[in-house]
């Protein structure tokens, strides 16, 4: 499917306090400094609005004008999730460890790091928070989506709305999804729903819709949790399309749980790299292309991954996994 580009807009900027300069011709000195003794005087009175702050004013995003193909875009209440998580965790550094002699990457799993405020975010989507809204279907075709992962045979899946999605941070999450009928389902995070899908909005692939409700009825009203599964084995890394030592991308496949940062170790440590809205690590200057790589799920814990060749296009399995939750 198509990348989806969304359009911000540009702040307006903050109106800059304008000073009004006074002409005072053939007044004595006397005069003067009176008038200046007794501005002094009011600037120190109680009230005085000198100085007073003006409030920003807030950008608004524009709504996307690409629809990933496939993806319905139906609109739905809004749920009540307010805020973005402020712990996360400080980077624990591990010795590296070998490659094995079959050249299969031996990657090692850190301790989890001490939390620490500000240093990796895990996102709008948090661990033991119960999201409300409504599921819609699409056609979910081979199971490919907005976060790249590629086919897939397990069409158990869904779109997170735009707002949730949140520059891929949804991708790759395992969410609970329980009707009001009782039933439930567990789905695994692909694709985005674009503008109009609300916040709490799941857009279910056909087939998973169909096992909470009939599909004639087209929207029904959910709740759903995030999921820390036994299913998966270990995770995979893959290099994008035309990454070099001077230009990469890279991503995490087959995670337990949801990815917060991927960092890269550079000769002067590690680098944590930025996130694209279509699921991979970017590391546009080469810094750290082809050397260890580093993974921290929302939970706080590291995997360090060692010996991964720089291959484009391939996923290369690894012999870790995030702990399950």
């Known amino acids: 499917m198509g990348m989806r580009t969304t359009k911000h807009g540009a702040p307006r900027p903050r109106p800059r306090p304008r000073s009004r300069r ?7 000195v006397a005069v003067a400094a009176v008038g200046v003794l007794a501005g002094l005087a009011l600037t120190l009175l109680p009230g005085s609005r000198s100085g007073a702050g003006i409030p920003a004013e ?12 496939g993806s319905v875009s139906s609109a739905g209440p809004s749920a009540a999730v307010v805020g973005a998580a402020t712990a996360s965790t400080r980077p624990t550094v591990t010795s590296p460890p070998p490659v094995s002699a079959t050249g299969v990457p031996t990657p090692s799993a850190s301790r989890p790091a001490r939390t ?64 009001a009928n009782g039933k439930s389902i567990t789905v695994r995070i692909v694709n985005e729903c674009p503008l109009p899908c609300a916040p709490g909005q799941l857009d279910l692939s056909r087939q998973a819709f169909a ?4 599909p004639a009825l087209g929207r029904i009203p959910i709740t759903w949790t995030l999921l820390s599964p ?27 749980n949801p990815v917060a940062v991927l960092e890269l ?13 279509y699921n991979y ?45």
């Open 22 to 28: 006074g002409a005072a011709v053939g007044i004595p």
């Open 58 to 69: 807030a950008s608004v995003a524009a709504a996307p004008t690409n629809v990933p193909s």
């Open 116 to 179: 620490e405020p500000g240093a990796a975010s895990p996102g709008r989507i948090k661990p033991s928070v119960s999201y409300r809204g409504v599921a819609t279907s699409y056609a979910a075709g081979d199971g490919d989506g907005a976060c790249l992962y590629g086919p897939s045979g397990d069409l158990m899946i869904a779109a997170m709305n735009h707002t949730d999605y949140e520059s891929a941070r949804a991708c790759g999450a395992y969410v609970l999804v329980r009707a």
């Open 211 to 214: 096992e909470l409700a009939n």
């Open 230 to 256: 036994a299913a998966p084995d270990a995770l995979s890394l893959r290099y994008k399309t035309g990454s070099s030592r001077f230009w990469c991308g890279v991503q995490v496949i087959g995670h337990r």
């Open 265 to 277: 170790r550079t000769a002067t440590g590690w680098r944590k790299l930025p996130r694209t809205e």
């Open 281 to 325: 690590f970017l590391s546009t200057d080469g810094g750290g292309c082809g050397g260890a790589i580093r993974v921290t799920d929302l939970y706080g814990e590291q995997l360090t991954v060692e010996g991964i060749a720089l291959r484009p296009d391939v996923a290369q399995q690894t012999r870790v996994q995030f702990a399950r939750h």
